[in-house]
């Protein structure tokens, strides 16, 4: 699953649904240590199918769908995959090992297991790429274009798969870039005071940054509309406990527009989501993203008691490497 909402979005947007002539599609789908009873398949046009469990475990489903790509969702993790013309779809995986572990077999697969091994080709280079020095980041990021197109060249895919991978290789070597310059900023940010803000805090009045001094802060950047981020609260949530009565504040700062104002109290009540709960005042404009050079959410800040940044892209919730991290620093 694409760690950053705004990649997800950016590629899914350059891979549209090629035809609209509707063909019937056979799907069925064996996952060991599912997250759901339920499995969701989503396209443009606002394409939608809902697949339960059935009594043999099985994910079974027959239904029409235009020739193009796809998302299926268990509710925590979501992968990409293409239908053809009357295409027989069989997907085994292991949602415990999410992209890791996905292989399609059946008819009309071969664009979907290219598009499973893309995703941890796509997540080998994000794990290893924005780390590195600019010189360095360069010949990685063309060695993946390279390996990318050979892959591509390499299978007997339709025209119109291969016509939409290469503006998703473009895409993403453009988004990389920027990326790395987001990265770069992050980096020139560690150990120096965190930019401020003043934000609404649902419980009234506002809260300032310079009013948590003292504790280190955890700051969750999210959205109401974000999926990735509405899966990190129970992860969230579960750490506020953990550390509860230490010397850290959590702290969630919704970048929803100022029209979903009603829609974020609701949602905070809804969910009684805590610690503190605060509404960005400009949404992605908004001076302390911008300021951190946010690109995509959800984004986790950590800040030291003195108010500098210890890291500006954190660990998530769901990482065991943030809980080692505040283990290190608060006990």
């Known amino acids: ?58 994910f079974s489903a027959d239904f029409e769908a235009p020739q193009g790509f796809y998302i299926f969702s268990d509710g925590t993790e979501s992968s990409r995959f293409y239908l053809k013309p009357n295409s027989q779809v069989n997907l085994t995986m292991d949602a415990k090992m999410f992209d890791e572990t996905i292989v399609y077999s059946g008819k009309g697969v071969d664009e979907s297991n290219f598009l499973a091994q893309q995703a941890l080709r796509n997540e080998k280079f994000d794990n290893e790429a924005f780390s590195k020095e600019q010189a360095e980041f360069e010949v990685l990021l063309e060695a993946k274009k390279k390996a990318d197109n050979e892959s591509l060249e390499k299978g007997t895919f339709d025209k119109e798969f291969i016509t939409s991978m290469k503006s998703n290789f473009a895409n993403f070597t453009q988004f990389s870039i920027e990326r790395y310059a987001s990265a770069v900023k992050m980096n020139k940010l560690k150990g120096k005071p965190s930019p401020e803000f003043d934000y609404e805090n649902f419980k009234g009045g506002k809260t300032k940054l310079s009013d948590l001094k003292g504790k280190y802060i955890y700051i969750d950047l999210w959205a109401t509309w974000c999926a990735p981020c509405r899966a990190e609260i129970p992860y969230l949530q579960k750490i506020e406990e953990k550390y509860h009565g230490k010397n850290i504040e959590f702290v969630s700062i919704s970048i929803d527009k100022a029209k979903d104002n009603e829609k974020w109290k609701k949602f905070v009540t809804d969910k009684k989501l805590g610690g503190v709960q605060l509404f960005a005042d400009k949404d992605w404009e908004s001076e302390f993203v911008v300021n951190y050079g946010v690109d995509g959410i959800p984004r986790f800040i950590l800040i030291d008691p003195k108010g500098n940044v210890v890291s500006a892209d954190a660990e998530r919730p769901s990482s065991p490497d943030l809980q080692k991290q505040l283990d290190s620093i608060l006990n």
């Open 1 to 58: 699953m694409k760690k950053l909402f705004v990649t997800g979005l950016l590629i899914f947007s350059a891979l549209n649904v090629i035809g609209q002539a509707k063909n019937q599609i056979k799907f069925t789908a064996k996952i060991a240590n599912r997250n759901s009873d339920t499995l969701v398949i989503k396209g443009n046009n606002n394409f939608k199918q809902v697949i339960p469990i059935d009594k043999k475990g099985v």
